[in-house]
């Protein structure tokens, strides 16, 4: 009788334990940091992009799932969306927002909140966006990464003049929401006069102006393409391509997904490398560090990535100078 009474006691003390155990989990589980990944981009795009923020958390000691969470939000291109994801990485009480995405998402971030620190990966000069009062000494609640990708629109304009030198018309594909647009277009009009090349430029920020861009080029008889740095164009990398080889226009892009989709060529910063300098200072914020102290590092990391099976399709043979400069070419 006594062994069975302390069999039965084992047994409830046992399932006990058992029940305990999820609430123990739980209870480790809530007391990691929890990072919001904030992105006006769409997740099936953006592998790339997490698997280098991972990498910069593990380079500052971190590990998902082991000693820190991540809770994502995107935005898919809409921009409009921000303001409520934001609420929701605020209500579970975020220790730091990662932004990127587009320059928007660190702007509406900033806005949002003034206690919860801010890493961003930015495309313009982050304190010409008012992000950080200066590079070296951030002074707020923000820092993070600036990559000058609208800056860098005279340079790409440039390199598709070498590529397609006696095209007579240019295009030029915008997203007049970016709050880059009047840098981008600056640089713009000041390279396509230094060049001597006649531009059009046409809007685009949905996909049914994308096409309509699109058919409006062609018309025009463009013979070569700008597609200006933003975030949802990277997003729309595909349906840009696409749309390119249809009309068998030549076109530069600001990423080397662009040319790894298909795409004629690009040049940039190496857009996977920033997220790695975020997650780097992400890991530094949740050890104590304040944004105040972390001075925004500029990606120095650019690459020029050409894909020859779509210069040959499109009949355009890269001049040797060009493929000397390549850091990547595609065969």
Excluded: C
């Excluded at 062994?3 to 006990?16: D, I, Q, Y």
């Amino acid at each position: 009788m006594s062994s069975f009474v302390g069999r039965r006691k084992f047994l409830v003390m046992l399932g006990g334990a058992a029940a305990a155990w999820p609430l123990a989990l739980r209870a480790q589980q809530a007391a990691m940091p929890v990072i919001g990944f904030l992105s006006g981009r769409s997740p099936g795009e953006s592998e790339s992009v997490e698997a280098a923020f991972r990498q910069g958390l593990k380079e500052s000691g971190y590990a998902e799932g082991q000693n820190v969470h991540i809770a994502f939000r995107w935005a898919e291109g809409r921009y409009d969306r921000l303001p409520a994801l934001l609420a929701s990485l605020v209500d579970i009480r975020v220790a730091v927002i990662a932004a990127a995405g587009g320059q928007a998402v660190p702007l509406a971030a900033k806005a949002a909140t003034s206690t919860i620190p801010i890493v961003f990966v930015s495309g313009e000069d982050p304190v010409k966006l008012g992000l950080v009062a200066s590079l070296n000494r951030p002074g707020g609640s923000a820092t993070g990464v600036s990559m000058f990708l609208s800056e860098m629109e005279a340079k790409r304009l440039a390199l598709l003049h070498e590529l397609v030198p006696t095209g007579t018309i240019t295009g030029v594909i915008v997203n007049p929401s970016s709050p880059s647009i009047d840098t981008q277009l600056r640089e713009i009009n000041s390279a396509a006069r230094a060049l001597g090349r006649q531009i059009q430029i046409v809007n685009a920020t949905n996909e049914r102006e994308l096409d309509a861009a699109f058919v409006s080029l062609a018309q025009s008889k463009v013979g070569a393409l700008l597609i200006a740095s933003n975030a949802y164009f990277t997003s729309r990398r595909d349906q840009i391509v696409a749309l390119a080889a249809q009309r068998a226009i030549p076109a530069i892009y600001d990423q080397r997904e662009f040319p790894m989709a298909g795409g004629l060529v690009s040049y940039g910063t190496n857009l996977s490398d920033s997220y790695r300098l975020m997650g780097v200072y992400t890991g530094k914020v949740l050890k104590g560090e304040k944004p105040t102290d972390l001075p925004v590092q500029q990606s120095t990391k650019f690459e020029l990535v050409i894909n020859l099976k779509t210069a040959k399709a499109l009949g355009l043979d890269i001049p040797a100078t060009v493929l000397a400069r390549a850091d990547e070419v595609i065969e």
